[in-house]
């Protein structure tokens, strides 16, 4: 099995920064892409970004040029950097990983609230 925990939101006001962590238990992340989403209230859960195994790396359009998305798999932790932060991108992120090989295969953390707001 996988345990997904997120931490790092908290509240922000517009323009400043978080950057969010998701480090993994009792299995690594191997060489499987993780993802961030995000769900706002009222909203469908949405894909922010994506790493992939390698390093590679995928971004909503919305989110492009503020998040940066990283891992260090030796900490088994992936990062979500978030810059120049806005009211709308208020939300609770949820780190999640797809693993085939584990019984579940679906994992996600308990997400960790992010609120922009003066």
């Known amino acids: 099995q996988v345990q997904l925990v997120e931490s790092g939101g908290g509240l922000v006001q517009p323009g400043g920064s978080l950057r969010l962590s998701c480090a993994a238990s009792g299995s690594t992340f191997g060489s499987n892409a993780i993802d961030w989403y995000r769900q706002a209230p009222g909203k469908q859960r949405e894909l922010v970004a994506t790493?992939?195994?390698?390093?590679?790396?995928n971004y909503a359009d919305s989110v492009k040029g503020r998040f940066a998305i990283s891992r260090d798999n030796a900490k088994n932790t992936v990062y979500l950097q978030m810059n120049s932060l806005e009211p709308k991108v208020t939300a609770v992120y949820y780190c999640?990983?797809?693993?085939?090989?584990?019984?579940?295969?679906?994992?996600w953390g308990q997400g960790t609230p992010v609120t922009v707001s003066s």
């Open positions: 999640y990983i797809f693993r085939p090989d584990l019984p579940r295969r679906h994992y």
């Open positions: 790493i992939t195994g390698g390093g590679n790396t």
